[in-house]
């Protein structure tokens, strides 16, 4: 009922940057939180930052003060800024939104790899 798409991935080197954008469909329901996961090969998909509908955010330990995460409300996007990245940032990043704790929507993901 609710369609993610991502966009912005690619191929950088360690200290470099990118920025993801993620759009959500129009539907009848109110998405509360927006946030961006991670999955590595062979590594189980992580949370990276959520942001809800009145600007309350959370980062990962190992993201904070690297990424940068932002909401427009209006236009139903999430982005995720990253910079000073890391090899160990490579991954594929989802984006997904949430009305309540069992209703979620996931995207289709965007690769970032980060190269030494």
């Known amino acids: 009922q609710v369609q993610l798409v991502e966009s912005g991935g690619g191929l950088v080197q360690a200290g470099g940057s990118l920025r993801l954008s993620c759009v959500a469909s129009r539907s009848s329901f109110s998405i509360n939180v927006m946030g961006w996961y991670r999955q590595a090969p062979g590594k189980q998909r992580e949370l990276v930052a959520r942001i809800t509908s009145d600007g309350s955010i959370n980062y990962s330990d190992s993201v904070k003060g690297r990424f940068t995460i932002s909401r427009d409300n209006a236009k139903n996007t999430v982005s995720l800024q990253m910079n000073s990245l890391k090899p160990e940032d490579t991954a594929v990043y989802y984006c997904?939104?949430?009305?309540?704790?069992?209703?979620?929507?996931w995207g289709q993901g965007t690769q970032v790899t980060v190269s030494s």
């Open positions: 997904n939104a949430a009305v309540i704790a069992g209703l979620y929507w």
